[in-house]
């Protein structure tokens, strides 16, 4: 596994494979999008979605959680895909969740899917979450917004070249904000040429720091896109 | 036995100075005796009339206790159903017979289809998934107790598909609601009648099988290829190069048929003739995208006799009688034989004159295919149809319908599908696993009971939860999946000047036109400023917003990027084998166009010609790469499995495979190291390299991240009722909101690898995407029979498959690969470096 290092209003992050991101000044490891119980969410409006998506989630971050062994992990909104999901959660998923919570602080901030906290599912509850010059939230602000981190638009990149083209989920960063890609395994994505990433990033060229199979490919704003 | 025709027949053909065809007469003696039969018959030879004349003749006849639906009429296209309709009405209202026919299809008011429930007519004409709607409704069992006959119209068309799956569903359906049925299949000649007419017949012991009936065959048809006089290309699908002869002979004709095996052809040859249109003929254009009410237009000038030319895809390949068609056009070569007879069918229908055709090569492969193609019409020899075995997730979307029709009985219902062909080796397991995924999705984990659509009550019967998931059902019938299709909409608002530095365009003005749909994938491949046709005219694309493309009229003369590469068809097996004799044989090159003699003769010099057996393999450099170029004739579908794989091994063994692209003849692959050294010194072998054990762990693996995989599991999850059809004015904005199958797919492979709608997934793509078995077949054909040429530079015969290269999907290493080299171009930003992050 090799990660991308990403600048952000002068501090150094980790692009993990995985789609998280991890901050080492504060050993903090960010994922946005989780949206657990996504399946079962569906499966109660008539669609049956396999259930599998919970636990596949938390298997990919206790994987990502082992591997930085941070001693906070902040989880961006929409970690649960509707307010009840925390209450669908399996006996064998909430003991996994406590297990990747004990021994350091989790911080579910709150997102449209999941604006009011997950009442037993372990953590803090915050809108957001600022440390030096860094901000956490849920949605992207329009207009400049240094040092925010935020997820909620799902990005992935479609890259182009002489053999053809792939998509895939990204980071997405102009050096003073990023938006981190969707971590949950029914989240799907957006592409980051998709009017709805303009305002976020108006004034300045991209970079997506790409996520191929074992590291992060960093690849120009203008590589990507339609 | 012979039935003789009773009097207001008999008079009605004599006062035509017609004679009823032998066929038609041994249908009405089989209908007579109570079997179920099978017509096969070409085009032209009466086959509707046949299949009605029992029908007529037992209404006229008998007396009924009451009025109600007589005989039903299926036909895979609801133009088919209208205008058979139509023909029917001639014979009774001049025989004055006592008789109602209507139609039912998706266009019939709900006012209407109410009316016909309460108050049926004799004969209805419908389409296989208006019949499983009817079946799925409460009344099925009023309305159907007492029907006679039902006519099967195009049945080759579709019996051989998940839509021919589902009307064997309801076809056995029928024959419990209507013990007294009978069923006729019309069919155009196909190889195996006897196949069809098991297909028809119910699969219980001592059950009689169908009987079949053989048509007197037409004249042979007159079929030539195009000698063209300008240069015949090396590679692409337009055949533009052709367009003035085709002109001409559009000009020549009293109406013609030109068709062409893609939309995006049948755009380009469209627009490029009314380029030449001097003289102002009515030349249409027919394809499956455009609109239906400007399709319905085309058809109706066309049988009005108005137009001169219709440029059409597979969309006119059945049914409708033209009348006045005397020249059939084939653009591009027609993959199979019987496809070829089909088409060459809708020219000159009737039966004692000879059909005229014209087959039109776009380059110097579909040369060697038309003269193939012509030499197996000649002969009449089809391709061959495989026997399937009845789609999974089809079964999955029928016990939903059954269940909104009516409580059943597991058992009960188990063995009326055993009783229809494609599902009568279906075991219990499987049945139950189908019964259990309608219901709660079937997912071992289990959990959804309290989220189940339909539930069994304590009398042991099977009944849908609530209205709302019959609702459902009959929203999603139907096995026909459509790509994801995106609005094509003009606007007139320029692109802001260029890019913003950002990387972003400026807002695009919305609020134009709608001119059509278009594919996504199709779409994907473009970037904005690209040209592409549509709809005849030359397009800029703008911008992609939600579910729109955004598009302006473009002044180029030729758009940029061409028509989609390749036939929707893949080369039919029979036709291959007829090419590789071909090519092998340059005794039987004389009887090809001198540019394509000469190019194969090329070959040979520089090379050789593959021969009939074997597989021909070339390797060379050229451009600071190496590549691997062979010749398997499969099809693009194998060939595109076969790069995958093949693709894999290489690395495995350290080749350094970069790419590949496939085309219906051959494949080509690149890579950093040259295989032709290895294979020479013995350091890599050649026979290994194409072993069949690549069709085992390698496949299991690739079919993990294989993009031809995910797009048959989402046709399986929507056919199945996993997900809903995205029906229009329910779009949701923003491509985030929805679900991905391909997401759902990676969990519940990991999770779940033996899932029901996998397992119908896997099934869908070795036959049909991914053409597994066909490749297998070549691969055992092949082995030890590899023919390596070491090249110093590309042969003649490699040239059209490396003009093919670029804008295929990319999965698995190369789309690592093509990551990197879209990440290379930065690395002298040192700033990011990755590093390694073992801690």
Redesign the interface.
Known sequence: ?????I?LAGEEF?A?PSGGLYHPGERMLIVADLHLEK??S???R????????T??TLARLAAVVA??RPARVAALGDSFHDPNAHERL?EAERAALAAMQAGRDWLWIAGNHDPGPPVGAGGQSLAELAFGRITLRHEPRHGRAEGEIAGH??PVA?????????R?RCFVT?GARCVAP?FG???????I??????PV???????AH?L??D?????????C?? | MRAALPSPFADWFAARGWRPRAHQLALLSLAEEGRDSLLVAPTGAGKTLAGFLPTLVDLTRAKRNRRGLHTLYISPLKALAVDVARNLETPIAEMGLPIRVETRTGDTSSAKRQRQRRDPPDILMTTPEQLALLLASADAETLFADVRRVVLDELHALAASKRGDLLALGLARLRALAPRLTATGLSATVLDPRELARWLSPQRDGAPEAAVATAAAGADPDIAMLETRARLPWAGHSALHAIGEIYARIKAAKMTLVFVNTRSQAEAIFQQLWRINEDGLAIALHHGSLDAGQRRKVEAAMAAGRLKAVVCTSTLDLGIDWGDVDLVVNVGAPKGSSRLLQRIGRANHRLDDPSRALLVPANRFEALECLAAIAAAQAGEQDAQHARAGALDVLCQHILGMACAAPFSADALYAEVTGALPYAALSRADFDAALNFVATGGYALGGYERFAKIRQTTDGLWRIANARVAQQYRLNVGTIVESEMLKVRLTRARRTSAKTESGYSGVVGRGGRVLGEIEEYFIEQLSPGDTFVFGGEILALQGVVDNEALVTRSSNETPKVPSYAGGRFPLSTYLAARVRKLLADPARWTHLPEQVRDWLQMQALRSAPPPEQGLFVETFPRGGRHYLVCYPFEGRLAHQTLGMLLTRRMERARLQPLGFVASDYSLAIWLRADPGARFESGLVSLDELFAQDMLGDDLEEWLDESAMMKRAFRNCAIVAGLVERRSPGKEKTGRQVTVSTDLVFDVLRRHEPHHILLRAARADASTGLLDLDRLAEMLSRVRGRIIHKRLDRVSPLAVPVLLDIGREPVAGEAREALLAEAAETLIEEATGEPWDGAR
């Open positions: 596994m090799r990660h991308a290092l600048r980790f993990d399946g079962s569906f499966a109660r008539g669609m049956l979605l396999p259930p599998y998506d636990a596949a591997r930085w399996r638009l799902h479609r890259v182009a070249g002489a053999g053809g083209s792939t895939a102009d969707a395994a029914l989240a799907g994505g957006l592409d040429a998709h009017p709805a990433f303009a990033f108006a004034t300045r060229a991209v970079v790409v191929g199979r590291r992060v490919w960093r690849v120009p704003g203008e590589r896109g339609r």
